[in-house]
């Protein structure tokens, strides 16, 4: 099974991670791209999206994105992804700042496909039910009512 790992973005460690990448002669495997407004290019070829994040994100973005294509996660258990991520049923949460563990929940994923599988599709039908447009839509249509009405 051929492994390749996307991160994505310009942040403060990419130097060190192409020291590391290229010291460990992973560029076959581990590609770093810049930061693009049209990320969904690579959504769209993802088996799998971890945000192994400890930035302070209420609601991070780019985890709702992933769970609008049905993407199983693995994220930090941190800010507000536990509000969007319920362990074992839409993905998995680790505690930040612990790779060991990560390595591990990504590791089960890359080898349980129908565990990926079942994540995703709870992925998208939690997102469906939540987070869609028209959910949204519907809640700011209810509370604005109240007060025109």
């Keep these: 099974q051929k492994i390749r790992v996307l991160i994505i973005g310009d942040g403060s460690e990419k130097e060190n991670l192409e020291k590391l990448i290229s010291k460990y002669k992973l560029s076959e495997i581990i590609m770093i791209i810049p930061f693009t407004d049209n990320i969904f290019n690579y959504y769209n070829i993802l088996d799998l999206y971890v945000h ?3 930035a302070d994100d209420d609601l991070p973005f780019t985890v709702r994105e992933a769970m ?3 993407l199983p ?4 258990k941190f ?3 536990p509000e969007l991520i319920e362990h074992g ?3 998995l949460l680790v505690e930040p700042n612990q790779p060991e563990k990560l390595s591990v929940q990504i590791h089960d994923l890359i080898i349980n496909e129908k565990k990926r599988k079942m994540l995703g599709k709870n992925n998208y039908e939690v997102f469906e039910k939540k987070l869609s ?3 949204i839509l519907k809640n700011y249509q209810q509370i604005f009512s109240r007060y025109t009405t």
């Design 52 to 54: 192994p994040t400890i």
């Design 68 to 70: 609008s294509l049905g």
């Design 73 to 76: 996660i693995i994220a930090s």
């Design 79 to 81: 800010a507000g992804i």
């Design 89 to 91: 049923n839409n993905g």
């Design 133 to 135: 447009q028209k959910v």
